[in-house]
């Protein structure tokens, strides 16, 4: 581990200090909050296909389980560090937190990179990693999912060590399994769904009908596609949309001032989210360079791409008629730019609440694994409405009360259920 | 059957001919086995089988003469109109055959006679002749038995009656078994045999003499006389050797013998093709592969063979001769179309199936392979015939083509196309293209050149001449049409300029090349409308391109792609074939699914048979609509299903809904396709003794095998040679592990991001910026001529920590990606080797390279990093203020150096790499153009890389000086791009920078002469080289004063720091030009 540099762990602490300092906490509670509770170090042999044997190295890092067992994926990434997997076993607490479902954060990883396995080493590995930490983790402590480089396919082998091991079956041990075999309906849907339920509240705070607004959207990928699909459901127009170009390795933004109809611009689709270009002017897009779709006069916009795409340079292309930006991807406004558009009055849900829907999902997952009982879809899209909407009145709420900007908000009271359970609990 | 389109009625008529001459030939045969008559009796029947053959039976006799016997049918009589032929029977005439006609018949081809019964007539007395032979030695031998029977312990040796009789039957055959009976004499050590192979006459030690006193002096006799000469070997014989052997001997020897003729013909020169394949086919209806030959005569005559049907090649014939059999060849010459006179061979292609085939054929590991190893079925036509075309069509001058001026060459090489193509083919070999068309069927055929020039090693001639595929439907008229089109196409892609190009730059002008051409049948299936193999590709038994440390060179690359293999053969642009490692199956290159996904084959090359055409469709397409019959379907595609993506099963696949992908799961886990592929590579290898490439198809059961050459023919994965001693200076950095072939170009800028400094940045938005900056140099910096060098992992999407983030579109302008692993704390971290856009750089030829600076023996020369300036913060001022600049450097070599640029030779053989300054290959000449950067010397187009530029330039130069500045309201022009650095290729644009005033009116106009001019010169650059522009050659860039003042788009070239446009003398106004301006 390198002593100088970027430390992935000490921002997430510096982080986590600054909400403190808002929440005054008190120094048991920063004391527990700011490291893991427990972490797990370890060596898994695992006989290769030539015949030898290499020794792996996994983690487990449970930052805390004051609400619930803890939840977080597994990552096999050549150059993993102990001090990443903490940081987002961190950032895990908050954001099960901030949806207010009853589980903690955790993180594992193993130090490898998959393009030199084979698929039975891979296996091996898997379950390997489970015969460690069979004891310690299991669906009433510490839920593992996919992350980085693992797959459906890494998470059933788990599983099934893990039933060989425990002698009974577990569907609830592990998430993101297929549908049919332990996997919830509605995981497809359930990012794209949730940002616009988020966008759907918004504007009922600011009276405005879903009906008469106009948005713009960056990617046309999962999130997008369903997203596009649940406003238009609400009334709604989308004038533009940007996608990636395999073949040009650039973006393209399609615009269609009468609007674009979702389903017409998926069959022109491939599943990577490329438009064609040819097809879609033929059909009357307006085909235009990546970056237009920030510049649309529209009320919403939706980055569900990449990060750092609103920054200082295209926030000054925002349109005032901008009312709402909800961030479908990971941190797509810099900070800069932040300050900008809270000084311009636009209403940024933030990307930790906006994109949420996959961990509730994940939830409930678990929830119905537990029960064996699984739900129609409907059901599933049902109840992750009421967790989203619910989600984002509380962060709403703190942060008129408090005077705060969204992004502090969601932030803030993640941290505050956590901090109260840990109180509640006598550990701090 | 010598002239083409004849009337339907002549046609019957001449097969009823034909067919009344084979029964001829089979009631002959008949007669000659019945072994219930008497010779003389069987004679008669020859003879009276021979009428019935001929064209007018009932007034046709013949008459058969056999030493002193005559035997005739009953109405024979000696008239004017006849045929004769001489029976010879081991070269001595003892007899023959005369065939008339009673009356005046009409004229055929030789006096009243047809052609084929002239050659009828030949085959006859050939099988009399032989079945005499036959029977002469059967008496010999019969004759030796009776004496053998009678004198039983007799202390004469059998093999004396037997070379005796020999000796009076057959006097020839006598003296040739008595010289190898001398042979085998001498080999054995008896000097006096020696002496008399030497000598002819020797003084011989007398054979009483021999028990008197081994130390007295020998008496010595001369012999002087043939008869003594005779008897001394014989005696000597005796004496030496024992009897049974000699006996064996003798038997083989007369055996041997037999063959004679098929060798005495190979070792002609002037044999020609058909002589040659008479004699095989005479030999091996004799006597098919019964005859005892020796080893040496089989090996002789297999290398006689390979030289005149294939190539004098000596490596190819040391090879080839102990993989091939003489019925190799007997099944060979039934496919082939050649003229009676011909010399002419099969060409390279040819010659590489047929060894490699033959290598497998024998091969034990693959002999119950699960996909059985075939070649299809396929004709050749001799590398002469495409001489005899052109003789026949009085097309000689275009022979002469390859001496003219290239210009000229491309100016007149459509017509030539058109000329060739609207040429007669001569009568004989529509004959055999006809017989072809028949055995074919109609099934899609595809007609590949196989040039005698391929022979020459080095010379990759693969994709300069063309291959066509025929879908091969219609009428047979139809069919045949489409084939002679074809190959007068392939044949006057000999004449193409790009081909004359290449071997002048080879020296190969003077080479006589012949083409031969191979009709190979397509391998697959009818798929609906389609017909396509299901799977097919190209494999290498070297891999340049490994994506995993773990995989080793000689574990082989295999591309694979649905449909027709050419999608896998070139490298593609817009899609990805399967890549595995046969040695390493299980190391894939995508282990996401979501990657699988995205890097999977999306098109496919496919012949239409409705159309009859090649095309190329979308292979999702082809699942929606003919999932069911596409064979193997689920050995090729994968479901993807809950982000896995498996094996379809057909029981429940959705072909019309389901997310199928091309992903050949199923032939890899459920078949053992890569093993075996792996088995053909390892065998092809060892026994051409250097790594290989081939082509295959399959029809989802079969392993078709299209196409094997060395591998390095494909120039471009050629190592280079690493010099032993280079002065420490002048080399930046050598790396010795995990290196791979391949051509860099000259470097004349290095993006370097210093390992030490990228570690050290505390926050994530500077390390993200270091990959947008990346970016951005990408899009600055001439492309394929800066290598990208950086820490760990190039576009890491774990850990940006670890390696630079970016995407494949922030990197695709690079020669070469370097990843740097320095020693962290004791342990050296693993490298991605680009697997983040692995199949990206591959189809780009962008070459990777891994740096160990800190393994023992490697070089890095870490003063070249530090001492050089640092033009970053002059490229990139915005990145360099936010702090970016500590963390990468750009270095400009030729800067830094005094004109040097920076070569990275790569040589997979010896694992070496080593990064060198060097002089640019070649100074420019021109003082007036700016300063040079010369290009590397990539396949075929560096001889041109000066021309190509500088004739740019200069009309770049001639515009600026012609145009009317003040009419078009221009302020200023300028040159950027490939025609300034001196990179320019002949399919290079000439980029242009004007400025303008601003008024609209007069920009229009400019627009349009600089439209006009464009298509001008795109047509003339057409002319000169081949490349063609459609929309013109020129990129104008129009940029105003504020764009100028603004630094806009374009205008940020206009001074820049580096690499700017060059601007360009504007003809002087009216006011102020008392001289005209200069170019």
């Known amino acids: ?428 | 059957m010598t002239t083409s389109n004849k009337p339907i009625d002549r046609l019957v008529y001449e097969l009823q001919e034909r067919t009344k001459e084979l029964n001829c030939l089979y009631r002959i045969e008949e007669r000659l086995n019945n072994d219930a008559v008497s010779f003389e009796q069987k004679l008669t029947d020859v003879v009276n089988a021979i009428p019935p053959g001929w064209q007018y039976p009932s007034v046709c006799a013949a008459s058969l003469t056999y030493l002193d016997q005559n035997y005739q049918t009953p109405n024979y009589a000696d008239v004017d109109w006849r045929l004769v032929e001489p029976i010879v029977v081991q070269e001595k005439r003892v007899g023959e055959i005369v065939v008339v006609y009673l009356e005046e018949m009409p004229q055929a081809d030789v006096g009243p006679f047809l052609e084929e019964e002239v050659k009828l007539l030949r085959t006859v007395v050939d099988r009399l002749a032989h079945y005499i032979l036959y029977q002469n030695l059967k008496t010999v031998f019969h004759d030796l038995q009776r004496v053998r029977d009678r004198i039983t312990r007799n202390s004469i040796a059998e093999w004396r009656i037997a070379a005796d009789m020999l000796r009076k039957t057959d006097p020839s055959l006598f003296m040739r078994i008595l010289r190898k009976l001398l042979h085998e004499l001498c080999w054995k050590g008896v000097e006096d045999a020696e002496l008399l192979l030497r000598q002819s006459s020797i003084e011989l030690k007398d054979a009483e003499g021999v028990a008197a006193d081994e130390n007295r002096p020998l008496k010595k006799k001369l012999i002087n006389n043939y008869d003594e000469y005779i008897d001394t070997i014989l005696s000597l014989a005796n004496e030496y050797l024992n009897d049974d052997e000699i006996l064996a001997k003798m038997q083989m020897w007369i055996k041997q013998d037999k063959s004679g003729s098929l060798i005495r013909s190979l070792e002609s020169a002037s044999t020609s093709l058909s002589d040659i394949s008479e004699a095989i086919r005479k030999f091996y209806h004799m006597a098919p592969e019964k005859v005892e030959l020796s080893p040496s005569t089989i090996k002789n005559m297999r290398v006689s063979l390979l030289r005149r049907f294939f190539t004098e090649d000596l490596n190819y014939i040391s090879i080839a001769k102990d993989y091939v059999k003489l019925t190799d060849f007997y099944n060979l010459i039934d496919k082939m179309i050649f003229l009676p006179a011909s010399h002419g061979k099969l060409g390279g292609k040819s010659s590489g199936v047929f060894l490699a085939r033959h290598i497998l054929d024998k091969s034990a590991s693959l002999l119950d392979a699960e996909f059985p190893i075939k070649v299809p079925r396929t004709w050749h036509l001799t590398s002469d015939c495409i001489l005899e075309f052109i003789q026949y069509n009085n097309l000689e001058e275009i022979l002469e083509m390859k001496y003219k001026d290239v210009d000229e060459v491309r100016l007149t090489y459509p017509h030539t196309v058109q000329v060739f193509k609207n040429s007669e083919f001569p009568p004989d070999i529509v004959k055999g293209l006809s017989v072809m068309l028949d055995d074919f069927g109609h099934t899609p055929i595809v007609v590949r050149s196989s040039s005698l020039l391929e022979d020459q090693v080095g010379a990759a001639f693969s994709g300069k001449y063309k291959s066509l595929f025929l879908a091969n439907q219609g009428t047979k008229r139809e069919r045949l049409a489409e084939l002679t089109d074809a190959i007068a196409e392939v044949y006057a892609s000999t004449f193409c300029p790009d081909a004359i190009e290449y071997r002048a730059e080879r020296g190969l002008l003077d080479f006589h090349e012949e083409m031969g051409i191979m009709v190979m049948e397509v391998v697959g299936n009818r798929i609906g409308k389609y017909f396509m193999p299901s799977f097919a590709g190209v494999a290498f038994s070297n891999n340049e391109f490994r994506w995993s440390p773990r995989i080793k060179r000689e574990d082989g690359l295999v591309r694979l792609v649905p449909g027709l293999g050419t999608r896998a053969v070139d490298r593609l642009g817009d899609d990805y074939p399967t890549l595995i490692a046969p040695g390493r199956p299980n190391l894939r290159v995508n282990v996401a699914a979501e990657e699988q996904a995205r890097y999977s084959p999306k098109k496919a090359d496919v012949i239409n048979l409705e159309t009859n055409r090649f095309e190329t469709v979308d292979v999702r397409d082809i699942i929606r609509d003919y999932g069911e019959r596409y064979p193997a379907i689920e050995n090729v595609v994968s479901n993807y299903r809950n982000g896995m993506l498996r094996r379809p099963s057909l029981f429940d696949v959705d072909f019309e809904h389901d997310d199928l992908f091309v992903t050949f799961e199923g032939l890899r886990n459920e078949t053992s396709f890569v093993k075996q592929i792996h088995e053909i590579l390892r065998a092809l290898q060892e026994k051409f003794n250097t790594p290989v490439d081939i082509e295959f198809a399959s029809d989802g059961k079969q392993f078709y095998l299209l196409q094997c050459r060395p591998q390095s023919f494909t120039t471009r994965d050629v190592g280079d040679e690493i010099p032993a001693d280079t002065p420490k200076e002048r080399t930046l950095f050598t790396a010795d592990r995990f290196v791979s072939n391949g051509r860099m170009p000259e470097i004349s800028h290095i993006v370097y991001v210093d390992p030490d400094e990228y570690g050290k940045i505390e926050d994530l938005k500077t390390l993200d910026m270091v990959g947008e900056a990346v970016g951005r140099l990408n899009n600055m910096l001439p492309r394929r001529r800066f290598i990208l060098m950086g820490p760990g992992r190039w576009g890491s999407r774990g850990d940006v920590k670890l390696g630079v983030n970016v995407k494949y579109s922030d990197i695709n302008n690079t020669a070469m990606l370097v990843e740097i692993a320095r020693k962290k704390g004791g342990y050296v971290p693993d490298l991605s080797f680009g697997t983040h856009f692995f199949q990206d750089l591959v189809e780009a030829s962008i070459r990777y390279l891994p740096l160990y600076p800190d393994d023992e023996g490697t070089f890095f020369n870490d003063d070249f990093f530090t001492r050089t300036r640092d033009a970053f913060a002059r490229l990139l001022p915005e990145y360099e203020e936010a702090g970016v600049g500590k963390a990468v450097k750009v270095i400009d070599v030729q800067e830094e150096t005094d004109g040097m640029i920076l070569r990275v030779l790569l040589n997979a053989d010896e694992d070496k790499a080593i990064a060198l300054l060097a002089p640019p290959d070649a100074a420019s000449d021109d003082a007036d153009l700016p300063d040079a950067v010369r290009h590397a010397p990539v396949a075929g187009a560096n001889r041109d890389r000066e021309e190509e530029w500088k004739w740019r330039y200069r009309m770049a130069a001639r515009l600026a000086a012609r145009v009317d500045a003040d009419k078009f309201g221009i302020k200023g022009m300028y040159i950027f791009g490939s025609s300034k650095n001196a990179i320019a290729r002949n399919d290079s644009d000439i980029d242009l920078i004007i400025h303008v005033d601003g008024d609209a009116e007069k920009r229009r106009q400019a627009e349009l002469w600089f439209d006009g001019w464009s298509k001008c010169l795109a047509e003339i650059n057409f002319l000169r080289n081949g490349a063609f522009f459609e929309e013109g050659i020129l990129d104008c860039y129009f940029v105003t004063d504020e764009d100028v003042a603004n630094r806009n788009s374009y205008a940020m070239k206009i001074g820049a720091p580096t690499n700017p446009a060059k601007p360009l003398q504007l003809k002087r106004k009216k006011s102020n030009s008392d001289k005209d301006a200069t170019a």
């Not at chain 1, 993993?80 to 987002?88: G, N, S």
């Not at chain 1, 990179?113 to 489970?130: I, T, Y």
């Open chain 1, 1 to 428: 581990m390198a002593t100088s540099g970027f430390n992935a762990f000490e921002m997430a602490q510096a982080q986590f200090d600054k909400v403190a300092d808002i929440l005054q906490l008190e120094e048991s509670v920063r004391d527990i909050l700011r490291q893991p509770m427990r972490e797990y170090h370890f060596n898994i042999p695992v006989h290769m296909d030539d015949g030898k044997v290499k020794v792996f190295r996994g983690f487990r890092v449970q930052h805390n389980d004051a609400r619930g067992p803890g939840k977080g994926g597994i990552r096999f990434h050549p150059q993993e560090t102990v001090d990443t997997v903490r940081a987002l076993a961190m950032w895990m607490t908050w954001k099960c937190s901030v949806v207010n479902i009853p589980l903690g954060g955790s993180k594992g990883g193993v130090i490898c990179d998959p393009h030199n396995l084979s698929m039975r080493e891979q296996e091996l590995l898997c379950r390997g990693w489970v015969r460690q930490l069979a004891k310690d983790v299991g669906p009433l402590n510490d839920v593992p999912a996919p992350d980085v480089m693992t797959s459906p396919q890494h998470m059933l082998w788990m599983l099934d060590e893990f039933e060989a091991i425990s002698g009974a079956k577990y569907p609830g041990f592990i998430t993101g399994k297929p549908v049919g075999m332990g996997g919830s309906l509605g995981r497809t849907e359930a990012t794209g769904y949730g940002v616009v339920y988020t966008i759907r509240e918004a504007l009922k705070l600011m009276n405005v009908k879903p009906e008469e607004t106009f948005a713009s959207v960056q990617g046309f990928g999962n999130v997008s596609q369903y997203a596009i699909q649940l406003y238009q459901r609400l009334g709604g127009k989308v004038v533009c949309v940007s996608s990636w170009d395999q073949q040009d390795q650039k973006s393209y933004a399609f615009r269609r001032d009468v609007g674009v109809d979702l389903e017409e611009l998926q069959r022109i689709t491939d599943r990577f989210g490329g438009v064609d270009k040819e097809k879609a002017q033929s059909l009357g897009y307006e085909v235009l360079d990546g970056d237009a779709w920030i510049e649309q006069d529209v009320d919403i916009l939706i980055p569900a791409a990449l990060e750092n795409q609103i920054n200082k340079t295209t926030v000054e292309k925002v349109s005032d008629r901008v009312k709402i930006v909800a961030e479908g991807a990971n941190g797509p406004t810099t900070p800069e730019a932040d300050a900008i558009l809270e000084e311009r009055g636009v209403y940024v849900i933030p990307d930790f609440l906006a994109n949420a829907g996959g961990v509730t999902c994940s939830y409930f997952e678990q929830v119905q694994c537990n029960m064996n009982y699984f739900w129609e879809k409907e059901e599933t899209l049902t109840r992750l409405d009421t967790k989203m909407t619910s989600a984002f009145h509380e962060v709403h709420e703190l942060a008129k009360k408090r005077d705060l900007f969204m992004r502090d908000a969601a932030y803030v009271i993640a941290v505050k259920r956590v901090a109260q359970a840990c109180k509640d609990r006598a550990w701090a």
